[in-house]
Structure formats: structure tokens, C-alpha cells
């Protein structure tokens, strides 16, 4: 494909990813973008968001830093969640920079990457049914559940971890449920004024099968919501749960699962109104071999690596997939396949750093199992906290990855082979 015509793109989703990787490729005047979305309306399921360095940097590029507001995470409290004591003393962190790392409402990120897209982009009520590859240049058919169809030279699959993109490219790849189950909550932050021994600062509470996570999700000058997220590791694993995300359940159905937990704890959850929390089951899959099909088709964020929110950075990763794909077409626009080299390009940064995340986590996860073998319950929670690079910088390539210097680094040593 040679550029004498404007190249077409379908972003089909409308989270984070979509909406980055939208803004990216609007910037480049050879490219008509169009995302589908399949809410009927802009919405962000679920309730706060991690904003690091590595989120920072990216939403810089994007040009929406100006409107992601939260709370500065500060220490990053491991505790017991029996005792609420301290598993390891906590990482200080420099709450003096300016992209220090913060817990954000989701909808804050959602409405500041939403104010940057150029007006037209989306469309909404927009369901992907199917695509179909239509042959050597002649791009890829799309039809969505109201009937309407359309074609694109190039399909980006952001539709999170059941992606149809993803199940149509690689119909082998199944995902499984984890038995890891999240239950989240926003609250207002003066029902929980009472509870005067209950420690207000960023963290997790861990007990055996599972952990209680707290933050504040705005900003000192708001302060009124802060984020109640609880994992449960023994859920049941039956092949319905796939389709369970951000399912109403009752107060007794979340307290049930909280009988471990210190009081301080079961007096918190007290003040969650009734009907307010939602579940999510956690699914997940292996690594993908490729993340691009048919020379024009690209999957990013979770359809890319579908590892159920493992590192607490989904946006991120999706947003920079976005960036570097819409490097990649501008670094390719003058071949005489640009799209097929584009994405190979793309492939070649992106597709290692999520193998890498798939070999930190078998190897970590080996580590954990390892240690519920006599070991007693503090050794186990430490064991935990320690090994999923929670202090001591291990996981510095993920939180503090820096996306533009990472393509530099790809350009310059592509532009070394030449000479």
C-alpha cells in the first residue's frame, strides 16, 4: 500500500486505549480515524484508577495531562489484613513532583483523554459482530449489531479482554476464569469520618484469600469520594462467570467474604449503601505469539495481553500501544507497504514487554505457591507483597517506563543498521 490516498483506521473501543491511540493517529494528516464505541454514551465501568509515571508520561504525549485529577498515593501501606499491621516498611515517595503517582476516579481519565479527541471521531451504540479480511489491499469489512457495516484499511482492536477482535484473529485462543473475583466501591468520604482507628492512607490489607485495597480518589482540595476494592481469591470457576463484569451484588454477598478481615475493616464496609457495589471475574489468558493479523490489524491493551489486570497499569499499557502505532505509520509512511511495515514495527516493540510480563508472573506466581507450603500466615502475606515487585523498584521497566524515549531508542538503533 503506498500513500496516494488517505489511509482509513477503525478503532473499535472507547476505553482508555481507544481513545489514546484515537488521539495519536488524529494527529497525523494522512490518516481519517473513526473509533466504535458500544455504549451508547461515553462511560467508564468500575471506580478508581492508578495514574504512575509511565501513565504520566503518555497522557504528556496525548496532550491530556491537564485533566487527570486524584489523590497522591504517597506511601504504599502492605498490611496485614488481619492485624492491619505493617507486612514491610513502605517506599516514601516524592509527593512534591508534580507526576507523582495518584489514585483517580476513572471517570477524570475517561472525560481529560475524551476532551482531546477531535469532534466526529466516535460513534456510539456501535457493537462489533464481526470482520472479515478482504484481501491484499482491499482493508477489512466490519459489521456491527445495528446492521450498519463498513470497511477500513486498518482495524485496531481496543475492545478489552474479550475481544472480538482478538477471538476473530486467533479463534484458539480461549480465555479462563481465575477464581480471582474484584468487588468495588466508591464512597463518600464522610461516611467513613466516624471509624476514627481505621488508617485513611493508600493500601492493601491481606489475609490468605485475598486482599481489601483503600485509597482517596481526589485531590486534597476535594476529598469526597475514596475507593473500597476487594479481591477474593476462591470464587467459583465455572464458564457462565466469563460474562460477569460489573454485576450489582448485595452487602451480605461481599461481607461473606470478609470474615478474615480486622474489625476495623467489617466496620468499613458497613457504610456502603446498599446496592453500590459491583463484581467483576477476573478472566485471563495466555501469552499471544502476535498481536497484529492480516498486515492490518493491530490489538492493543488488554485484547493484546489478556492478563486480568495483573499489574494495576491497563491503561497505561493501552495508551502507549496507541502512541507507539501511530509512530509506527508515520516511521513507515513513505514505504511501499506502510501498514504491513507499520505493524511489524509495532509487533517488534510491543509484542517482547508483554512476553515479559507473562515470564515476571509465572515466575512470581511459582515463587507465591512455593511459599503456602507449611509456612505460616505473616510468612505467606510477605512472601506476596515481596515477590509481585511491590518495593525495592523490581517492576521500575513497567511503572517508570518512559514510551517516547522507548521509540527513540527503537528509531535510533533502526537508523544505526542502515549505516
Known amino acids: 500500500m503506498t500513500i496516494n490516498k488517505t489511509i482509513s483506521i477503525a478503532i473499535i473501543g472507547g476505553g482508555p486505549g481507544g481513545l489514546g491511540t484515537a488521539i495519536a493517529l488524529s494527529e ?6 473513526t473509533l466504535y464505541e458500544q455504549a451508547p454514551e461515553p462511560r467508564e465501568v468500575g471506580a478508581g484508577i492508578s495514574i504512575g509515571r509511565n501513565a504520566w508520561n503518555v497522557l504528556r504525549l496525548l496532550g491530556a495531562v491537564d485533566g487527570v485529577k486524584g489523590a497522591k498515593t504517597g506511601y504504599s501501606w502492605q498490611r496485614n489484613g488481619r492485624t492491619g499491621e505493617p507486612v ?15 489514585r483517580a476516579r476513572r471517570t477524570r481519565l475517561q472525560s481529560a483523554l475524551l ?16 470482520l472479515q479480511d478482504l484481501g491484499e489491499n482491499k482493508g477489512v469489512h466490519l459489521t456491527f449489531k445495528d446492521g450498519t457495516e463498513t470497511t477500513a484499511d486498518l482495524v485496531v482492536g481496543a475492545d478489552g479482554i474479550r475481544s472480538i477482535v482478538r477471538r476473530t484473529l486467533f479463534p484458539d485462543h480461549h480465555l479462563h476464569v481465575t477464581g480471582n473475583t474484584a468487588f468495588r466501591v466508591l464512597i463518600p468520604v464522610t461516611s467513613i469520618a466516624h471509624i476514627t482507628e481505621f488508617p485513611t492512607s493508600n493500601g492493601w490489607w491481606h489475609v490468605l484469600n485475598g486482599h481489601l485495597y483503600f485509597s482517596h480518589v481526589d485531590d486534597e482540595s476535594e476529598r469526597e469520594l475514596c475507593e473500597i476494592t476487594i479481591r477474593s481469591y476462591n470464587e467459583p470457576v465455572t464458564p457462565e462467570r466469563t460474562a460477569t463484569w460489573a454485576i450489582p451484588v448485595t452487602n451480605e454477598y461481599v461481607q461473606a467474604r470478609t470474615g478474615e478481615y480486622d474489625p476495623r475493616i467489617k466496620e468499613l464496609l458497613k457504610v456502603v449503601p446498599e446496592g453500590s457495589w459491583r463484581e467483576f471475574a477476573m478472566v485471563a489468558g495466555p501469552c499471544l505469539k502476535d498481536i497484529t493479523a492480516w498486515d492490518k490489524v493491530a490489538l492493543i491493551g488488554d485484547a493484546s495481553h489478556p492478563l486480568s489486570g495483573a499489574f494495576g497499569s491497563g491503561a497505561a499499557f493501552a495508551m502507549e500501544d496507541g502512541w507507539i502505532l501511530a509512530r509506527a505509520i508515520e516511521h513507515s509512511i513513505n514505504s511501499r507497504t506502510v501498514l504491513k511495515d507499520a505493524l511489524e514495527i509495532f509487533q517488534r516493540i510491543r509484542g517482547p514487554y508483554y512476553e515479559r510480563m507473562y515470564e515476571f508472573l509465572d515466575r512470581k506466581g511459582k515463587e507465591i505457591q512455593e511459599s503456602r507450603n507449611g509456612t505460616d500466615f505473616d510468612s505467606i502475606i510477605k512472601v506476596r ?15 517508570k517506563n518512559d514510551i517516547e524515549e ?13 549505516l
Open 406 to 418: 522507548v521509540w527513540r531508542a527503537y528509531a535510533a538503533g533502526e537508523q544505526g543498521a542502515k
Open 28 to 33: 497525523l494528516p494522512y490518516v481519517s480515524v
Open 385 to 399: 507483597v515481596q515477590g509481585f515487585g511491590l518495593s525495592g523498584g523490581t517492576l521500575d521497566w513497567i511503572y
Open 115 to 130: 476532551e482531546k479527541v477531535p469532534p466526529g471521531i466516535i460513534q456510539f451504540s456501535k457493537k462489533l459482530v464481526s
Open 88 to 102: 514491610i516498611q513502605p517506599i516514601k515517595k516524592d509527593e512534591d513532583d508534580p507526576f507523582a503517582s495518584i
